[in-house]
T-cell receptor, first 115, second 111 residues
């Protein structure tokens, strides 16, 4: 299947700082990428849909000013958690569709811990 | 909107046994049903998927069945192995790529 690379895999930061997470499609172009959040032993919650060259679409209840998404190229989307607080600690996962099919492939996730 | 329920939440089997995980969905417009396997600390891995115009699909030890009338779909794993131990998520989509996930099933295969 298609490869989606996500970095970093783990990040620890102080409260009030911003953290950027990168999601890259390595062997295909992705006009649309998705960002999810997952709490321990819980399911994946869609946060936003990232569209190349346009503004992201956020799900209800997700603060767009807190979670900034940029999709500047067909192979890269970034999620920036601004002014992070301990409650933002979570596992963040991106996904992208490989080619023209609907199959979604996921990155390896980023564990964010805010102290 | 779409709502996906998944059962059981945990499933323990002996190596070599079969495992079945069931999901139901609410939106009759959903037409794509993938299954993902997630190991601890990793992202979900697509293991099999099925479209609404197909009733069953197999890939070696894994199969998925779909009952559109009842809005049920199931994952079947035969001859389970310890490396099958993981959390499995079903999902449904009616809007091209925007998946709604089930709550997950933690599968434990004991040697």
């Amino acid at each position: 299947g298609a490869v989606v690379s996500q970095h970093p895999s783990r990040v620890i930061c102080k409260s009030g700082t911003s953290v950027k997470i990168e999601c890259r499609s390595l062997d295909f172009q992705a006009t649309t990428m998705f960002w999810y959040r997952q709490f321990p032993k819980k399911s994946l919650m869609l946060m936003a849909t990232s569209n190349e060259g346009s503004k992201a679409t956020y799900e209800q209840g997700v603060e767009k000013d807190k979670f900034l998404i940029n999709h500047a190229s067909l192979t890269l989307s970034t999620l920036t958690v601004t002014s992070a607080h301990p409650e933002d600690s979570s596992f963040y996962i991106c996904s992208a569709s490989g080619g023209t099919g609907e199959k979604l492939f996921f990155g390896s996730g980023t564990q964010l811990s805010v102290l | 909107g779409e709502n996906v329920e998944q059962h059981p939440s945990t499933l323990s089997v002996q190596e070599g046994d079969s495992a079945v995980i069931k999901c139901t969905y609410s939106d009759s417009a959903s037409n794509y049903f993938p299954w993902y396997k997630q190991e601890l600390g990793k992202g979900p891995q697509l293991i099999i998927d099925i479209r609404s115009n197909v009733g069953e699909k197999k890939d070696q030890r894994i199969a998925v069945t779909l009952n559109k009338t009842a809005k049920h779909f199931s994952l079947h794993i035969t001859e389970t192995q310890p490396e099958d131990s993981a959390v499995y998520f079903c999902a449904a989509s009616n809007s091209f790529q925007k998946l709604v996930f089930g709550t997950g099933t933690r599968l434990l295969v004991s040697p």
